[in-house]
């Protein structure tokens, strides 16, 4: 994205912000940052005042503006003058203490502060911006929604209004993006996710702690069952960990001073110990290597690992699927020796390859590094990351991989790749993962007997196939528009008897595929509903073979087979009917 595009959608928060204060002068001003496609800004306001303006005339006053042709012009504000200014704006007041505390850049020395003004409007900004309105094309944006946010995100201050909006160089690309975002909605894992009786939520379990129901949980044994074919087949081997585990165990790891406060705290009744429960399981794996003496020539020790994970995410932050407090992952950590990890990446690379061919998702790398500007955020010293970051870039070049790197995207122990994959919409997810860690073994003093009869500190891999299977469940279902394939779907067949008399002999037919062929089947529909009816919601819920049975197919022994996308393909032995789509299954198709 150039940086154009950027300062374009960040000045038209500024325009919003002007039509905004045009409609309610006293609008108490938050944050407005540019996000992926736009850009926001949280207002304190009455909802009234807003509704009564509405988001297409506030649009129409923008668009106005930016033909006023307004210039952005950047000055610089003592603190003083600064607080002065926004004396009536509490949230501008407490934005400006913040950066004096903070010594940002924006506060130069810790005595001014940036604006930028347009017109009449001056804002508190870092900026980018255009430098006149002519650069912004007045038909590529549109207000998209309003939402609640609160201010800073914490649910113990106000809620704010916020009203979001997308920008982009032409209005074709704004079109494109308009329709793209209509079919995600249709898609939408959380209607799906009701629609289809996948999973719920409930307030009294608590927000991000799903439930999934048999269908789903059907769906997501084949993930796992999946996954451990894939990983199985290079070596990893399953184990089961414990959900919570002594503070101890993450003072070690690192992860109590870096990441306490995202860890949900647990305590015991009867000793004074802090517990939490685990946001990952690389520190238990420690522990599982740690338990025997290990020597060279048991290297590599593969471990896998779908214990669920908890999480202190902001309930603000949650969303369906994609943002969980509770969740698992798929997730392997492998130790061995320096030696062999150009094998080891190798052979992961391999599996989520076959992985993505599978779910028809195209993919690409991220080299995730570490900012080398901010040493303080990581584990370990300059000499270890710079080593570590060459040898994955190698392994990517050696195999033809196309990558790009992100600096600042590393893992606090050290650099990752992860596998960035596109859905059916071309949206982007962020899924596997492949990990080095030269760091944490060394902290747990893991080591191994060497050849030579030395002690070693072997490496650690982290890595995930599908990342959270939890996650990925969402994803596909946006990405197959809940219309699963026949591997994964949660009923595989439905058996539509055509009238009460016809039962015995679906259930005989579904006995048969079930019980005999471990094909998910019912029987589907009400004894006295019509088979229309049926018929029609059997395919709202996107079944893939349905199977009608009356009397002729209860004398030949067949069965009347309707395939989801195509339709009728008439009757056929159950024999038959059973071959094909076993072999859908087998082939995971
Ligand atoms: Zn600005
Ligand atoms: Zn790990």
Known sequence: MSDNIEKIRHSLSHLMTMAVLE??????LGVGPTIENGFYQ???LPAEALAKAGLPKIEQRMKELIKEDIKFEQH???FAKALAFYKKDKYKTELIKDLKKKGDLLAQAGKKVSFYKSGKFDNLCAGPHVKSTKEINPNAFKLTKIAGAYWKGSEKNKMLTRIYGVAFGTEKELQDYLKQQEEAEKRDHRKLGEKLDLFIFSDLVGPGLPMYTFKGVAILDELKKYVNELQGAIGYQEVQTPNMNRAELFKISGHYEKYKDDMFFVRSHYTKEEYFLKPMNCPQHTQIYAAKPRSYKDLPIRIADFAMLYRDEKTGELSGLARLRGFRQDDGHCFCREDQIKNE????LSIVEKAMKTFGMNYKIRLSLWDPKQPEKYLGDKKIWEKSQKLLEEILIENKIEYFKAVGEAAIYGPKMDLICQDSLGREWQLSTIQLDFI???RFGLVYADSDGKEKTPVMIHRAIIGSPERFFGILIEHYAGAFPVWLAPVQTAVLPISEKHFEYAKKVRNQLRDDNGIRAQIWGEENETL???IREAEMQKIPYLLIVGDKEAIAG????RERGKGDLGAMPLKKFIEKISER????Q
């Open 440 to 442: 944490m073994p060394g």
């Open 532 to 534: 229309s009816k049926k």
């Open 345 to 348: 990446f190798n052979s992961v």
């Open 76 to 78: 610089d504000m003592t």
């Open 42 to 44: 949280d207002y304190d």
């Open 558 to 561: 067949t069965v009347s087979c």
């Open 23 to 28: 409609v309610y002068p006293k609008a108490g």
């Open 585 to 588: 299954i087998r082939k995971r």
